[in-house]
């Protein structure tokens, strides 16, 4: 059996990592005489992680310096990939010259990688919804692996899409603001299903070596702390909500230093190799530069075992990173989680702790001092009940495996 994973993100992002970590596990158990082909922008940097995969890459992919040839050469290969999606004849033609195209044509099953953020305001949106569209002519079976669709406020788009998605076999959303536009969409119920994010499901593996440093650090002394290089979109002023949330980030790692000596440790979820140089560390940077010393960056390139194990140590992660909120859930670390996509809303909420959640658009230092400091004070009755609702997510993983062997 020939398996596709389409569009696999880049594991500079470690929460893109565990869930491409996860897809594969996860269909190797469902289908375990399968053999998996993934499509990716980079397919050299992503084999050196997961080598038992056959990586190709995408056919709009463009490494050129210049910023306007990079871009010719995206649009052109989106026009490329739309033609062949409009005219079978071609794509049989010129499949025996495209490794993409002869993946794809003989592939039994197709997954829609795990994570996705189907957002139309996104610059990815139209590549993403070419690429599908490609891919749903091939008529082959589609699975759309846990991820999150909004509301597409174009309707010619809107209509491809659904047209698109209504081909697959089964469709996984991980909240419930996907569900229901996805559902309002008149796609048959027996199709969708609101599952966890697949990083939930992740386990560390215990054979990894961790970092000595990270080994002596004392466990529960310091608090964890994510952030993000947010453009505000929804600001008049996006400038200022850079500085606000900054300087908010930086006001509480003084707050509960002076009360109650605990540091914060900036940890990053973007690696040094990402598309912006240096992943997230100069956000972080920013913090620490504000905070008198209560914060100080990490900046190790961490392993994504490392960064769990890190954040497993903290007493509680204040986390603008979805994913490392849900690393930090894993070991049972309570979580102040800053909202600045609906996902992380739409996360929280499952687990019933939108009480420590808050939006990076309303971020005050008083609005996020006072979260976390109702975190510090329930943290450990907040890590019994968490570490209850893990458990229970975690056993629904066979559940999604036979669920795939069904179809």
């Known amino acids: 059996m020939k398996i596709v994973i389409s569009h696999v993100f880049g594991t500079q992002n470690k929460g893109d990592w565990i869930l491409v970590s996860e897809i594969i596990e996860i269909l190797k158990l469902a289908f375990p005489d399968s053999t998996i082909y993934a499509i990716t922008r980079d397919p050299e940097s992503q084999s050196a992680v997961f080598p038992e995969v056959i990586w190709c890459s995408r056919l709009e992919t463009s490494f050129k310096r210049n910023k306007l040839w990079r871009n010719l050469e995206i649009i052109t290969g989106l026009f490329k990939i739309a033609v062949l999606a409009k005219f079978k004849f071609l794509f049989n033609l010129l499949k025996v010259y495209e490794p993409y195209l002869q993946i794809i044509s003989s592939a039994d099953l197709i997954v829609m990688c795990p994570g996705g953020y189907w957002d139309y305001s996104h610059p990815s949106f139209i590549s993403n919804l070419v690429n599908l569209w490609l891919l749903v002519s091939c008529n082959k079976k589609i699975i759309f692996a846990p991820q999150s669709i909004e509301k597409i406020n174009n309707l010619p788009l809107q209509n491809l899409f659904t047209k698109c998605i209504s081909k697959a076999e089964l469709i996984f959303v991980r909240e419930s603001e996907s569900y229901n536009y996805v ?78 000596g605990l540091p914060m440790f900036l940890v990053r979820q973007i ?137």
């Open 183 to 260: 559902n309002s969409l008149s796609i048959p119920k027996h199709k969708l299903f609101q599952v966890p994010d697949l990083a939930f499901y992740h386990a560390m593996d215990v054979s990894y070596p961790i970092a000595k440093k990270l080994i002596a650090i004392e466990a529960g002394k310091f608090i964890a702390c994510t952030a993000v290089d947010w453009h505000f979109p929804n600001s008049p002023n996006p400038q200022k909500s850079h500085e606000k949330y900054i300087f908010s980030l930086a006001e509480s790692a003084k707050y509960f230093y002076h009360k109650y």
């Open 271 to 407: 690696g040094n190799s990402s598309k912006d140089g240096n992943g997230d560390i100069g956000i972080l940077q920013e913090v620490e530069d504000i905070s008198d010393g209560a914060a100080r960056v990490i900046e190790d390139d961490l392993h994504p075992d490392e960064l769990i194990y890190l954040l497993s140590k903290s007493l509680f992660l204040i986390g603008s990173r979805m994913h490392s909120n849900i690393f930090a859930l894993l070991s049972a670390r309570p979580v102040v989680a800053i909202s600045y996509q609906k996902k992380t809303e739409g996360i929280m909420k499952m687990l019933s702790l939108q009480d420590y959640l808050i939006s990076i658009d309303e971020i005050t230092p008083n609005s996020l001092i006072a979260i976390a400091q109702n975190v510090y004070d329930t943290h450990q009755q907040l890590s019994m009940e968490i570490k209850s609702k893990i458990s229970e997510i975690q056993s629904q993983k066979n559940n999604l495996i036979k669920m795939l062997q069904n179809i």
